[in-house]
Structures are given as structure tokens and as C-alpha cells.
């Protein structure tokens, strides 16, 4: 079996309005079978993933997005009010799957108990209290399953789930065209819920 750990700590600013959730974080930033990767690594560590361009058209409309260091990636959720935490924290996978799992991979090795959640810190927990959840994904059953697995080995309430909205991914996409439909979405989110 292959270990694969997410070992990204949970980034939550103190009067986080949002959090960013995702499941665990790509190959270039996993600790695989206790190896680490070279360099420092934060989340949506990929270049092929477009999270910071989306959310830098988001929150900075007038500025050309531009490659952040991981403390100016840090610095900008502090500034936005953005925390981000991933679900996952280590998965037992076969010798022939594939290092970079698919969420298909993930659901499978929940499905078999090979998987540990993310614990959340006290200071954590409370934030999670207001905040609104934003995942970076479309809703899946699988998705689903996996929050209530994180929600379960935190003891969270399960109302949380209401409070979540599932976004377009921000791979594979034009980031500008993406921010804007990220704003429309979460705009009608925050009405739905009665909040702005």
C-alpha cells in the first residue's frame, strides 16, 4: 500500500467570512510514503489550477493577476477574510493507483476505511462556526460523503452542509470567465442564505 499525506495545516484567519474547502491537495504538495516534495508548497500549489488568478480577479478587478509567493498567498486570504482548509489527511492506496488520485480514488478509499480526516484545532472550530464554505468543485455524492466523514472526526453539526456552495472547478478553465461566474454564484448564495 501507498501512504499519501496531506500535511497543508488548515489556514484560517481569525474572522474568516470564508472558507475555501477542497479535498486534498495535488502531488506537489503530498507527502508520499513519508517522502516529501522539493520546495515549499501551500494550497493550489499547481499551476494548472487557477484558484489564485480567479480569486485575484475576485477581489483585485483593476490589477492584472499576477504568480503570488506563498506569503503573499497567505497575506491575501488574511487581507480577504479567506481561510481554506482541505478535508483529507492521509490515504492508504493500492501499489497501481495513480499518485495524483482522482476524487473516484478518494471515495474509494473511504468507502474501504483507507482514509484519515483533517482535526480541526479548538481556534479552527470556532471559526467554522459563521462562516460561509465555498468548494471548489461541483456537488458530487461522493463530495458529500467525504464532508460528513470531516464533519463526523471533528464532531462538527451536520448543518454545516446547508451552509456549503459547490463552485466550478478552477482547473481547465479561462480564470477571468471563471471569476465572474464564481461571483454570480456566490452572490445569489449569500442572498439565499439572507446574508451579503
Same mark, same amino acid.
Given at each position: 500500500?501507498? !501512504? ?5 495545516? !488548515? /489556514? ?5 467570512? @470564508? ?13 508520499? $510514503? ?6 515549499? @508548497? +501551500? /494550497?493550489? $500549489?499547481?499551476?494548472?489550477?487557477? @484558484? ?5 480577479? %475576485? /477581489? ?7 504568480? #503570488? ?16 482548509? $482541505? #478535508? ?17 480514488? #478518494?471515495?474509494?478509499?473511504?468507502? *474501504? *476505511? *483507507? ?10 472550530k470556532k471559526s467554522f462556526e459563521n462562516a460561509?464554505? %465555498? ?14 466523514? +470531516?464533519?463526523?472526526?471533528? $464532531?462538527?453539526? +451536520?448543518?454545516? #452542509?446547508?451552509?456549503?456552495?459547490? %463552485? ?7 480564470? /477571468? ?11 445569489? @448564495?449569500?442572498? !439565499?442564505?439572507?446574508? !451579503?
Open positions: 500500500m501507498i !501512504s499519501q499525506k496531506d500535511e497543508i495545516p !488548515s /489556514y484560517i484567519p481569525h474572522d474568516a467570512r @470564508f472558507i475555501v474547502l477542497g479535498t486534498m491537495c495535488a502531488l506537489n504538495a503530498r507527502t508520499i $510514503n513519508g517522502e516529501k516534495p522539493d520546495g515549499d @508548497f +501551500f /494550497y493550489y $500549489n499547481d499551476n494548472r489550477n487557477h @484558484f489564485w488568478k480567479i480569486m485575484q480577479y %475576485l /477581489y483585485l478587478p483593476d490589477q492584472e493577476p499576477k504568480r #503570488l509567493t506563498i506569503a503573499e498567498k497567505k497575506a491575501f486570504l488574511r487581507d480577504h477574510g479567506i481561510g481554506i482548509q $482541505n #478535508l483529507v489527511s492521509e490515504i492508504w492506496t493500492p501499489n497501481q493507483s495513480k499518485l495524483d488520485p482522482s476524487d473516484t480514488v #478518494l471515495f474509494d478509499c473511504q468507502k *474501504k *476505511k *483507507k482514509i484519515s480526516f483533517k482535526l480541526l484545532t479548538p481556534k479552527v460561509t464554505f %465555498l468548494f471548489t468543485c461541483r456537488h458530487k455524492k461522493g463530495i458529500e460523503n467525504l464532508m460528513k466523514g +470531516f464533519i463526523e472526526a471533528n $464532531n462538527l453539526s +451536520f448543518d454545516l #452542509l446547508e451552509n456549503i456552495h459547490f %463552485l466550478k472547478t478552477p482547473t481547465r478553465c479561462n480564470p /477571468y470567465k471563471r471569476s465572474v461566474e464564481w461571483r454570480e454564484e456566490i452572490n445569489d @448564495f449569500l442572498k !439565499s442564505r439572507g446574508r !451579503s
